[in-house]
């Protein structure tokens, strides 16, 4: 039972996290001057009755805490609100939405993540090969050239002057896009980390008493890359959802960062503030979930 | 760590950090030279739109020809320099303001301060860049302002951690206990000790967040949420020519390459300061 | 140099061992070892004694390699391909590391280890290899239950217990130990120590034990080499050598292990120098809802002017919470707490004040006492920041200071990574002795030296105390410095006092039982104290602490 304590509060510390965020955008969105029923006010001539009125049609009326506990309750009934933009339940929109980008961003990062631990291990056994140069460069990669750019650069080589592949609706080149990019990230950290598990004492000792390169490998030198690896992939994480949104906004892909990029330029803030809360949950979590793996799978944090 | 790291286009080879900062360099005064051109030239109106002449190809009156609403390319590409540069530096300064002198009175508080501060940048660190930059578009709007703002929010937390673990190294240290012993208070051992260690990493941190900076802004600007839309940002004007990349790709390569070129030298110079500041090496020295 | 055996199992002769295109790092070594028999290499940081052994199982660090002979079982160990080398380790050779949690795997169980290198040579399965492993686990004094515990699980003592067990899972004829001792407590390295002596017995192993510490190997060895700069100076039986060394270097070093001339004992005023009563001491543990830990409870101290006073024990005791309480450093409160009569405030705001800066102190580790990017003169300036003096004053100070303590005007301007560990401890003193203390506390201040520098600093302590009339609390675990210094000794056992009095009748004759396991773990060069006296006096003392 006592075990389970940190993940109670982990999980309350994310809860609180979530709720925070959420509380923010929701401030930020009424804290825009004049809401939609000034517009309707200015347009055609609403008494200040009939604006009251209309507030109270919205769930514009009462404080804003008021309004977000309302907005909160709702949520949590499953009523999202309507879009303001296409008059559909907001949380229709977003169901249909986040599939799709789930599909992409696992397939990102599984593509990248793969493509890392092949390079780190490869340039590891063979010092010699030019594959530590190709760690550097692809982490060079990953900072220096955003994936939109990337994006555009196949878009025109692949798509304009070769022609292989459509303009708008491909996934393959922005799955590798963002693959790389994320393998650029994981690839030189892991490389390091691999180089001084292996000079590790307990590496030396477990040569010192003659057991097999190979076992040494696996059972020495591999666990201690785990904790560090998830700490990488919560870091990622962050330029995972950025470059999922950029990816979908450019090749013209379905999913929650069209949803949401739409939402801000169309001032549709029903639909802003349930991707944002979503967005948020999402990363809250999946960071909860890499940290809580980190404990397990670290006997010595089990002390 | 890693041994003698060759650039794939043999640029750096053998010289290792030397040769990190002399690519560097020469990479960022490429980038640089148009707008500096313009500095000292002038030019013409990067916002002056020519309905007749749109996405024309590089020619009389235009030397790198117009985009889809007849603006002078050059003219909105030099003026976009700076305006990339610029935003990028205030993005960093804004971040180890907010992050640095944040954390470090946070520290020095201790208690309650410090706790408070920590739990915002925990906050701040969970949300990526593009989310607080959805937040800032959505309450302040489009432009310089609220994009730095977003960046330099986004960024923040890197420098608190420094600050955090400069800090904890140093108050660990005997040389401050006895300091300590000699009647030196608070202050003075954070004036005396933590701060001039801090300088190097700070420095070094500077440098390699502006290149992150320059390119999250261009993301941003890229997706709508970063400068307003007549502003000549790089990342805007790829995304506005983005639509016309078939026909004038001229227009969407220049801000390409010269963005790419920005980025590559000040990553590259990035990691020529790590490696001569970073402060894990400075010790080692026999 | 080199010592001839009968029938020697391991003949080395002309090692050099060093980078590639370098000078050599270890020169022209030669030596016997046979079945059975201990060599114990002795040398202070820099010898090369570590490279030996890294050479003999081929394990030396990326760009080093080895020349010359080493014949063992007819085999020459220096010019082994790498994959001849997986019969002989583990299975021939065996070696135990300094640090044991560092020689163990984090992730695996001591049972799956011990499987696993049992594995590695012998064809052995199920209920065999576990049968082999609880074996294992005897010889070395661990029960069964271990068999299911992770390393970090495990004390300082049993893991190394675990490791020596690991050495010997191919059951191999030689063992290299590196300095496997230097990291554990006292009482517990007499232990270790005690089980390779009786493992080397009963499986008549040879054995080669490296250690900086003369006093550790004499308690083991043979035959001692005593190695300086990369070369092996003197070789031979360990009694002859301790008593009789020929090479000088060798004198200095035995010297400096052997008591010291005592010092004499003159209480300069009525007034004692420090007066404690009931002092405690808690640290605040980290969380909101933890009590703070009490660390020392309700202790009583007395040190005449002029005089001194020891503090003993094992590590986590208490012992350096007492002293950092005494200079600000740690949450505490006393009684009745005076310096030289006059009441002294505890607590940092306490430093403020006169009286406090009376009492001042030295810390253990020379290098991180001092900060790297400072210069001495800074360094120096710290201690008078507080007067306000004038710049000229305030030089003239800190060049006494440094003529005090034997070194010159000139290293005002040199960084700490100019100077030796000595020298740098030396600097820590004269810091400490620029606001003219009455009472100086060292907090372990010798065990990061080497030998021939604990001598050198012992004396410039000497000198001080008679020129200054300073008062000296000593918080140590070596009992022969103790001897040496004289005066009163105060052992603690978990924050509390168990024993005080003259230090030379509580060491001569013990009577808590505390103080009995730390005079019987003392290691010391004396040829009264050999090995095959050591632990006779107290039959059970490897049983006695079970968890060490």
Known sequence: MRAFLPLGISLLRALALVATITFIVFLLIRAVPGDVVDVLAAQGDLTPAQQAALRVDLGLDGTVAEQFLRWLRQAVAGDLGQSVRFGRPVIGMVEQAIPSTIVFAAAAFSFGLCLALVLALGALMAPRSPLPALVEAINLWSIAVPTFVAGMAAILVFSIWLGWLPVIGNMVAPVVILGLDIAGQLAKPLLEELREARLAPHVRAARARGIHPVLVAARYVLPKTVPVLLALSSISLASLIGGTMTMEALFGLPGLGSLVLNAVSGRDYPVLQAVVMVLALGVVLINAVADLARRLTDPRMRA | MSGAAILPVGLAGRHGASGRLLAGGALVLLALAPGLVRLLLGGADPLDQDLLALNLPPGAGHPLGTDHLGRDLLARLTVGTWLTLGTGIGGVLLAALAGGVVALLALTLGGAARATAYAAFDLLRVLPGVLLALLTAVALGNGVGPVTLALGLSFAPLFAEVVRATHEREMAADYVAAAQVFGLGRLAVLWRHVLPNLAGPAVTLCAIVLPRCIVTESVLSFLGLGVSPDQPSWGRMIADASGFAEDAPHVVLAPMLALSLLTLGLSLLGEAARRRFDPLRREQRP | MSIETASPLLRVSGLQVGFLGAAPLVRDLGFTLSKGEVLGLVGESGSGKSLTVSALIGLLPDGMAARGSAMFDGQDLLSLPPQSWRALRGRRIGMVFQDPLAALNPFMTIGAQLAEAIKAHHPLRGRDLHGRAEELLGEVGLERAFLGRYPHALSGGQQQRAVIALALSGDPCLLLADEPTTALDTVVQAQILALLRRLVASRGLAAIFISHDLGVVARIADTVGIMCQGELLEAGPTAQLLSEPSHPYSRTLVAACRDLPGWEEAPIADVPTLRLRNLTVSYRSGGLFRQPRQVVHGIDLDVPAGGVLSVVGASGGGKSSIARALVGLAGAKADVCEVGGVSM????????????????????????????????????????????????????????????????????????????????????????????????????????????????????????????????????????????????????????????????????????????????????????????????????????????
């Open chain 3, 345 to 548: 405030p505890l607590g940092p705001r306490g430093r403020r004040s006169d009286v406090a800066q009376r009492v001042q102190i030295v810390f253990q580790n020379p290098t991180a006492s001092l900060n790297p990017r400072m210069t001495v003169a800074q360094v120096l300036a710290e201690a008078l920041r507080r007067l306000g003096l004038p710049r000229g004053e305030e030089q003239r100070r800190m060049v006494a200071a440094l003529d005090e303590v034997g070194l010159g005007g000139e290293y005002l301007r040199r960084f700490p990574h100019q100077l030796s560990g000595g020298q740098k401890q030396r600097v820590a003193i004269a810091r400490a002795l620029l606001t003219e203390p009455t009472l100086l506390i060292c907090d372990e201040i010798l065990s990061a030296l080497d030998a021939t520098v604990q001598a050198q600093i012992l004396r410039l302590l000497s000198r001080l105390r008679l020129e200054r009339g300073l008062a000296l609390l000593f918080i140590g675990h070596d009992l022969s410095v103790v001897r040496t210094l004289g005066g009163s000794v105060a052992v603690i056992e978990a924050g509390r006092i168990v024993e005080q009095g003259r230090a030379a009748e509580v060491l001569a004759q013990p009577t808590h039982s505390f103080t009995q396991r730390l005079v019987a773990a003392e290691v010391s060069v004396s040829p009264q104290r050999s090995r095959t006296h050591a632990g006779a006096e107290y039959p059970g003392l490897e049983r006695a602490v079970v968890a060490g």
